[in-house]
């Protein structure tokens, strides 16, 4: 395992695993982490059950032997463990770069704890220095969505694939990816998109995640904690 970041990712995904134990229900976000997660819960053996927060997830949970379960309501799952694009000291996180941030918000709001699993690399002293906020929003008219959007984040760019057209989430919306001013009150911000008519979602998750495994490219793992 030779490439640095695959060898952090492994290294926080192995300390994800020791927080499952056999016969817990879990949830699984989704991304390259959180992938790793569950390929090593089925190379491990042990019963466990999953709600996963997309498709991707969906079949490499199936392919490790996870049973995969429905949030049908009566479900509480035990932990959620979930990836980061950034994350700062304060365990704020942007979500969002696979465009499933609000399944995964689902997901995690079903679980008694949140565990943020990514590699030290995601780490920032500022939310946004080097990611767009994803902000998930209806076809609907998107552009007067994205108007009013720019009262907030006047830089909004639509999502598309290869070939011009829009990219799609799993619950079939646009996602519009906004550069955050340095000076914005996140906070403030966090409660303000969702007021903006044709908003779905978006990908800040502040005051919801309980620690984080920060994998290191030597292999070792950083755990960070709100306070």
């Not at 990836?83 to 079903?110: H, P, T, W």
């Not at 009262?151 to 906004?178: F, I, S």
């Amino acid at each position: 395992m030779d490439d640095p970041e695959t060898a952090a990712r492994a290294a926080a995904a192995a300390a994800a695993v020791e927080l499952v134990e056999p016969g817990m229900t879990i949830g699984l976000g989704s991304g390259r982490a959180v992938w790793k997660v569950a390929e090593l819960l089925g190379e491990r053996g042990g019963p466990v059950r999953a709600a996963v927060a997309s498709t991707r997830t969906d079949e490499v949970a199936r392919a490790a032997g996870i049973e995969v379960v429905e949030l049908d309501g009566e479900i509480e799952l035990d932990l959620a463990l979930d990836g980061a694009d950034e994350l700062d000291s304060s365990l704020r996180l942007i979500k969002g770069g696979g465009g499933a941030m609000l399944r995964e918000r689902i997901v995690v709001a079903a679980a008694r704890r949140f565990v943020v699993v990514a590699e030290t690399r995601k780490r920032v002293e500022r939310l946004g220095q080097g990611f767009r906020l994803p902000v998930e929003v209806v076809g609907f008219a998107w552009r007067d969505t994205r108007r009013r959007l720019a009262a907030l984040l006047p830089d909004a760019e639509l999502r598309v694939r290869d070939g011009g057209e829009p990219y799609l989430t799993d619950e079939g919306n646009y996602v519009l990816d906004c550069a955050i001013p340095a000076d914005l009150d996140l906070d403030a911000l966090d409660s303000g998109l969702l007021r903006i008519p044709g908003v779905v979602d978006h990908g800040l998750f502040i005051g919801v995640a309980e620690r984080a495994l920060l994998g290191r490219p030597d292999g070792g793992v950083d755990v960070l904690e709100r306070s």
